[in-house]
């Protein structure tokens, strides 16, 4: 059964600060690894995917890596901003479910301070 | 283009109760899926339709179901309703199977 995880749970830096975000999975068998952003009692906002035969995508000041081998993917946010705080959350899309059944980590609520 | 509707947006019931909760699909979308998110918990899949045909389920009873429509709206039914029903139920569509998921600001369910 594929478990996913996230380290930390939750994380308060300082603005302007480089950070990761850190998702594990026990599972190497994806299709791909998606990362969501979740504002406060709102629905997702998909971030970046990556495809299980890439390593790494990036989208402005974002950057997430995928080491299927490993079960490791990270989130990197350059230059944090108070308008980046929220909870981040990854998720996998197993390689043996026929539908589009996502497996999601727990998140990881994200403070970033003025 | 549109993004991905529910509604309603919250909604208190009591235990035992049925309720049904609504989701517009993105322009072009025919694939949908549900999720549950208890609080402080990742989203959980509950089912995923397919034109109009359930094609995968997660560990959830029968008492969930659900229907999409040929016009790719989607419905979520829940029966004898729990308290740890209590969650936001989000809706997803996506453009086909394998593509991005579209998430909708879901529908937050209280049951007491």
């Known amino acids: 059964k594929q478990e996913v995880t996230q380290i930390p749970a939750a994380l308060s830096v300082p603005e302007g600060e480089n950070l990761v975000l850190n998702c594990s999975f026990t599972?190497?068998?994806?299709?791909?690894l998606q990362w969501f952003r979740q504002d406060p009692g709102k629905g997702l906002t998909s971030l970046l995917l990556?495809?299980?035969?890439?390593r790494e995508q990036t989208s402005g000041r974002l950057n997430a890596s995928l080491d299927k081998s490993s079960g490791r993917s990270t989130l990197y946010i350059a230059a944090s901003q108070p308008g980046d705080s929220a909870t981040y959350l990854c998720?996998?899309?197993?390689?043996?479910?026929?539908?589009?059944?996502?497996?999601f980590g727990q998140g990881t609520r994200l403070t970033i301070n003025p | 283009e549109t993004g991905v509707t529910q509604s309603p947006t919250h909604l208190i019931k009591t235990r035992g109760q049925q309720v049904t909760l609504r989701c517009s699909s993105q322009?072009?979308?025919?694939?949908v899926s549900w999720y549950q998110q208890a609080l402080g918990q990742g989203p959980q899949f509950i089912f995923q339709?397919?034109?109009?045909?359930?094609?995968g389920r997660g560990n959830f009873p029968p008492r969930f179901s659900g229907l999409q429509f040929p016009n790719y709206s989607s419905e979520l039914n829940v029966n004898a309703l729990e308290l740890d029903d209590s969650a936001l139920y989000l809706c997803?569509?996506?453009?086909?199977?394998?593509?991005?998921?579209?998430f909708g600001n879901g529908t937050r369910l209280t049951v007491t």
């Open positions: 997803a569509s996506s453009l086909e199977i394998g593509s991005p998921l579209h």
């Open positions: 599972d190497s068998a994806i299709y791909n």
């Open positions: 990556i495809q299980s035969s890439q």
């Open positions: 998720a996998v899309r197993p390689f043996d479910q026929g539908a589009q059944k996502l497996v």
């Open positions: 322009s072009g979308h025919n694939t």
């Open positions: 339709y397919y034109r109009e045909e359930e094609n």
